[in-house]
Nanobody, 123 residues
Framework: QVQLVESGGGLVQPGGSLRLPCAAS????????MGWYRQAPGKQRELVAG???????NYADSVKGRFTISRDNAKNTVYLQMNSLKPEDTAVYYC?????????????????WGQGTQVTVSS
């Protein structure tokens, strides 16, 4: 009933930039937290950045000062602006949304994940 669609991944040279949008659609009543995770080959999935419904943000130490998370509540979309990319940023990036789904006569708190988008930083 809820779909997350990510885009914006690709191949970029070290020092380059990418912007990842993730749009949520479906029977959404309200959205709480939104975030981005990543998983590199052979490693566990890790939190990259998160943003609350009030706009508070948090970042992994490895991306502070380089990445910026933002959201457009009117579009149910979360963005990850990635600057000064490094080879170690190479991973599949997943968006995450914590929301209330409109089930008709009640609202259910549910979590959803995007399908993942590959980001490769290489010269």
């Amino acid at each position: 009933q809820v779909q997350l669609v990510e885009s914006g991944g690709g191949l970029v040279q070290p020092g380059g930039s990418l912007r990842l949008p993730c749009a949520a659609s479906g029977s959404i009543f309200s959205i709480n937290a939104m975030g981005w995770y990543r998983q590199a080959p052979g490693k566990q999935r890790e939190l990259v950045a998160g943003i609350t419904s009030g706009g508070s943000t948090n970042y992994a130490d490895s991306v502070k000062g380089r990445f910026t998370i933002s959201r457009d509540n009117a579009k149910n979309t979360v963005y990850l602006q990635m600057n000064s990319l490094k080879p170690e940023d190479t991973a599949v990036y997943y968006c995450y949304v914590d929301l209330f789904v409109d089930r008709g006569n009640y609202r259910a708190n549910e979590d959803y994940w995007g399908q993942g988008t590959q980001v490769t930083v290489s010269s």
